[in-house]
């Protein structure tokens, strides 16, 4: 049976439609996910029935918690002096990144629901280039922050004149533009496919070679590359802190690094746990050719949601894991609240001017 060409998407049935042409940044190379052979244009696959309106609830749900999440990660930070610290302002361009990320869930949604893109080439080429661009900045946030939990454990002194609130504003500046000149391809090749007025990624002669360059080079850049400097700097953070005992006078510090430390830790793991089966299913489809079916429709939308899972995660584990947070957002609510019920309420003004 003769394949058709793998950087085209061939329609099986509406639903179907809905399920395959989810993109993301790094969904660009979902035409590879489903290698289609040539006659099952007339066949219908079975993830159907409630399957669009189920996207759509799921897509809505974290857009919404992922919205208020990291609005209000980006406001307390913004908001409370002693907040402004070296890890919070990393924080806070990871939360700036998250946002604008989740921004680009109603237009994957859309496209699900319709089956086709309605907003246009520059929107789609606008689209892709933002939420590519904020997906390389999480993945550079995390490892920039992480870069930081070592010189703060292992040269707690040295790394003094680094370790400060303008330069850290320096590095998230730096990071940012980075991630646009890494997600220029983006930038030229993404548009609106003719064919099926899908917004995609369209590559050049020979688009097996192009597409498969851009699988390897966005795990590489994106995810594993980033993952290997990551695991290295807690590697060292390990060995330093098993090879020095506990002295006076150091306690305290101590104590408050390594809750610092463990809260970087943990959006490490989750961000690896929610980004790791899309970029699995990606790599093992250059080797494997994935059959079609309700079930890999399915786990393919699955690894696209977790994706975006990741991006309202993250304010609620900043509320678990750090004190100062679970302060501002105590702070924050009771405020709100309180001046929802006595609008003139001074004790409102006083509580939200700390």
Known sequence: METLDQNHWYPLSSDFNSS????????????????????????????????????????????????????????????????KTVTNIYILNLAVADELYILGLPFLTTQNVLSYWPFGSFLCRTVMTADSMNQFTSIFCLTVMSIDRYLAVVHPIRST???????????????????????????????????????NMIWP?????WSTAFILYTATVGFFGPLLIICLCYLLIVIKVKSSGARAGFTKRRRS???????????????????????????VNLVV?????SATAGIYFFAVILSYANSCANPVLYGFLSDNFQ????????????????PSSVTCTSTCLL
């Open 20 to 83: 395959a042409t989810a993109h993301s940044p790094f969904l660009f190379s979902y035409p590879n996910l489903f290698n289609i052979s040539s006659n099952v244009s007339t066949q219908s696959v079975p993830f159907q029935g409630s399957s669009t309106l189920m996207t759509a609830v799921i897509s809505l749900t974290v857009f919404v918690v992922g919205l208020i999440g990291n609005t209000l990660a980006i406001y307390v930070v913004l908001r409370y002096a002693k907040m």
């Open 161 to 199: 004149k680094w370790r400060h609130p303008r330069v850290a504003k320096k590095v998230n500046a730096a990071v940012w533009a980075v991630s646009f000149v890494v997600v220029l391809p983006v930038v030229i090749f993404s548009d609106v496919q003719d064919t099926f007025n899908s917004c």
């Open 205 to 209: 002669e020979p688009k097996d070679v």
């Open 257 to 283: 690094e390594r809750k610092v430390t463990r809260m970087v830790v943990v959006i490490v793991v989750v961000f690896v746990l929610c980004w790791l089966p899309f970029f699995i299913i990606n790599m």
């Open 289 to 293: 050719i994935i059959p079609e079916s």
């Open 327 to 342: 302060q501002s957002f105590r702070k924050y609510c009771w405020c709100w609240w309180d001046s929802t019920e006595k």
